[in-house]
């Protein structure tokens, strides 16, 4: 059997998405009618739950009635996002000895029940010195698909991953950005109809202080 896989346009994505949502809709005013209720979230989840635990997610989602798959799409179309910061120090025995912190942010891309379906992390250990740099950080990007929609979305790797520090050491910069993609055969025809790429950019300072941006 020849599979066919092609991006689609803004436009093509904002229409299958507006068709979704009506369907959406019409299924609102249908739930009492026999059948499963495609706009329950517990309905939708165990939908998700049963495709992430399938041997070949491809062909159940293809096995899904219209409506079901209407319903999986929409579920796992990102909508919102949300930010986390983690701050570990570490211990300090003396004046002078380095002062070490973990540096952690985190942005998570979110769908419309508030879901978290994928995470970009941004993971720094660093150490200064009498206001300086001391050392190399250990900088760590990593990107993750939360386990609920992990059929429906992948984690396409980072597009780069950078650093540097100052000549005087007195700051360290790294930067990432991470890419992720939404494909499924819709209506026998497998489409990218979701992506998301994030760039986290975090900067650290001799006398203890950071600061972070994303975009």
Same mark, same amino acid.
């Given at each position: 059997?020849n599979?066919?896989?092609r ?18 809709l ?7 009618a026999a ?9 939708i ?7 992430g635990n ?8 293809n096995?899904l ?7 999986v ?7 919102g996002e ?5 701050? #570990? ?9 380095? *002062?070490?912190?973990r540096? @952690?942010? =985190?942005k /998570?891309k979110? +769908? ?12 720094t ?7 300086e ?7 760590n990007?990593?990107?993750q ?5 992990r ?9 780069y ?11 360290h910069?790294d930067?990432?950005?991470g890419?992720?993609?939404?494909? #499924?055969?819709?209506?026998g ?5 979701? *992506?998301?790429?994030?760039? @986290?950019? =975090?900067? /650290?300072?001799? +006398?203890?202080?950071?600061t972070?941006?994303w975009?």
């Open positions: 059997m599979k066919q896989t991006n689609i346009g803004v436009q093509e994505v904002i229409g299958l998405i507006v068709t979704i949502g009506t369907v959406m019409l299924l609102a005013e249908t739930a009492n059948g499963p209720d495609y706009r329950d979230p517990e309905t989840r165990q939908l998700l739950t049963d495709l399938a041997a070949d997610p491809v062909a159940a989602f096995a009635p219209e409506e079901a798959q209407d319903a799409v929409w579920a796992s179309t990102p909508v949300e930010s986390e910061v983690i701050v #570990l120090n570490g211990a300090v025995d003396s004046d002078d000895m380095p *002062a070490c912190r540096h @952690i942010r =985190k /998570h979110t +769908n419309p029940f508030g879901w978290k379906i994928a995470t970009y992390t941004s993971d250990w660093w150490c200064r010195l009498d206001g740099i001391h050392g190399t950080p250990e900088f990007p990593s990107g698909v939360h386990r609920l929609f059929a429906t979305w992948r984690f396409a790797g980072h597009d991953t950078q650093e540097s520090i100052a000549t005087d050491r007195t700051w910069e930067e990432a950005q890419r992720f993609q939404s494909c #499924l055969p819709i209506r025809i497998r489409v990218c109809i979701n *992506a998301w790429t994030i760039t @986290i950019t =975090k900067t /650290h300072y001799g +006398n203890g202080t950071q972070w941006s975009s």
